[in-house]
């Protein structure tokens, strides 16, 4: 069975940078797609980013030119490197995963693996 486990989640003042991590046991990288969600209090969760294991990535549009999703295969960890964030950028953040394509890449529905999420707090 796979698990993620997300890090690096913290407090930073609006127009600061944090980079998330996740790592995975028990799953392979090298299959599927990756996603990076986030939930803030009483709102759905949303997709972030997604990348798939041949390069391809994508974002939602609230976060483009501001967050870079990436992997490294060999340590089969999963990034979020966030920059100029927001104080709308505040939520809990989780990374998770589908062995194989997806439809609706930042959509939650479709990944089957997921972290137990790591809080950002963006303060103005």
């Known amino acids: 069975q796979g698990q993620l486990v997300e890090s690096g989640g913290g407090s930073v003042q609006a127009g600061g940078s944090l980079r998330l991590s996740c790592t995975a046991s028990g799953y392979s990288y090298n299959n599927g797609c990756m996603g990076w969600f986030r939930q803030a209090p009483g709102k759905e969760r949303e997709g972030v980013a997604s990348?798939?294991?041949?390069?391809?990535?994508n974002y939602a549009d609230s976060v483009k030119g501001r967050f870079t999703i990436s992997k490294d295969n060999a340590k089969d960890t999963l990034y979020l490197q966030m920059n100029s964030l927001k104080p709308t950028d505040t939520a809990m953040y989780y990374c998770a995963a589908y062995p194989g394509p997806v439809a609706s890449d930042l959509a939650a529905y479709e990944y089957n693996y997921w972290g137990q999420g790591t809080q950002v707090t963006v303060s103005s």
């Open positions: 990348i798939y294991d041949d390069g391809p990535t």
